[in-house]
């Protein structure tokens, strides 16, 4: 065995000697390549210094630093992409030749824009499913007799892009859509009576709205009307309006997830209410907080959120009907013993119990239908 590795040892002497005597022995004689600019169809190289000796590059006179790699690649030198508002698309240009590169626009990376109202409307009406449109500016909007109406496409997404929206005359911004999104920025409103309105509506006579609000700032509330509606990360500030800062209109179901919501003279959260469910005006509240009162109608749910006044069962007259609706609120289990403030009813005689998944349940009744097992 000891000879053996003797052997081995003895054939690997040579090797080890050679490479030592390289190291010590290439003396490099050095010589300064400049460096060449890549253009659009050339390679270019960076300053270095090459061993005519043992045939290595460094990255300085001294031979301190050996590099592997002294090419740069040919490239265009493209610029920031620019929009073409007139084709609706994207480009960038290099600098070097005439080369230009086209993007279509639609999408979160490269959004079709809009510059005022005309060409917001235009560019939302001609534009396909799961388009992303985005303000690059702030707008001037004017509401006829009742709104400027926005139906975006399928799947889409109106983003303001942190501008402000302002709202003239006495209409409202009106949005609609099937699984779309209305997001970061402000709407605000130059309303001529400026103590009523809203500043934003959500949904109208069309079917299947389902509109998601993030990231939004206004100044006046929103009317929900035939359409599901999810808040997230909102601050409405309905203050020195008449209404609401969220109203669940007919056919509607409003769900609050965080943000912050001031309410207006009369309540903070409203919602309408008939005989017919189809009708009424659905609120889920999950989190945020509310500034005012919030009015439970139909059926309001509370899973969550902060409150600073008080919350009113209020049973409803429905337009054609001559007897109010009884009002509903559910608070859930795991809340209601975090849910601080009171619970009144107006009009009809309140009662108070659980349900069987052991939610909190208050209920008006024009008779007493229900034992109070609380």
């Known amino acids: 065995m000891k000879k053996k590795l003797g052997i081995i040892f003895v054939a ?36 270095y210094w090459h061993c005519s000796l043992c045939d290595k590059n460094f990255a300085d006179a001294d031979a301190a630093e050996e590099i592997s790699s002294t090419v740069i690649l040919a490239a265009h030198a493209y610029g920031d992409y620019e929009y073409d508002f007139e084709n609706k698309r994207y480009f960038r240009s290099c600098s070097r030749c005439d080369d230009i590169v086209k993007t279509d626009a639609g999408n979160e990376q490269f959004p079709l824009l809009a510059r005022d109202e005309t060409e917001l409307t235009s560019v939302i009406q001609s534009a396909k499913a799961k388009s992303h449109i985005k303000l690059a500016n702030d ?84 009317n929900v009307f035939n359409c599901e509606a999810a808040f997230y990360d909102c601050n409405v500030d309905a203050t020195n309006r008449l209404y609401y800062a969220l109203w669940a209109d007919t056919h509607s179901t409003i769900t609050v ?15 309408t209410a008939s005989r017919e469910a189809d009708n009424s005006g659905y609120v889920i509240l999950n989190g945020g907080t509310f500034y005012g009162k919030i009015y439970a109608t139909f059926c309001t749910t509370i899973n969550g959120g902060n409150f600073d006044d008080s919350i009113v069962l209020t049973p409803y007259l429905y337009d054609g009907e001559t007897e109010k609706t009884e009002a509903k609120l559910i608070v859930s289990k795991d809340y209601a013993s975090k849910l601080n403030i009171t619970v009144t009813a107006t009009d009809y005689e309140m009662f108070d119990g659980k349900d069987a998944n052991g939610n909190r349940v208050y209920e008006t009744r024009k008779k007493q239908t229900l034992t109070n097992n609380r």
Do not use: M
């Open 12 to 47: 690997l002497l040579p090797i080890v000697f050679s490479l030592c005597a390289c190291s010590r022995i290439c003396k490099h004689k050095l010589v300064k390549v400049n460096y060449t600019a890549e253009t659009c169809t050339e390679d270019g190289n960076i300053e």
């Open 139 to 222: 707008i001037t909007v004017t509401a006829g007799e009742y709104e400027v109406v926005l139906r975006l496409p399928d799947g889409g997404t109106l983003d303001l892009g942190g501008h402000t929206v302002t709202v003239k005359n006495n209409g409202g911004f009106l949005v609609e859509g099937t699984d779309v999104t209305l997001q970061n920025g402000k709407v605000i409103t130059d309303f001529e009576t400026p103590n009523i309105g809203y500043a934003v509506f959500l949904g109208d006579a069309v079917d299947d709205n389902r509109i998601t609000v993030r990231n939004l700032d206004t100044k006046g509330g929103f």
């Open 257 to 271: 997830n965080s943000g912050v919501y001031r309410g207006g003279e009369i309540a903070c959260v409203h919602s």
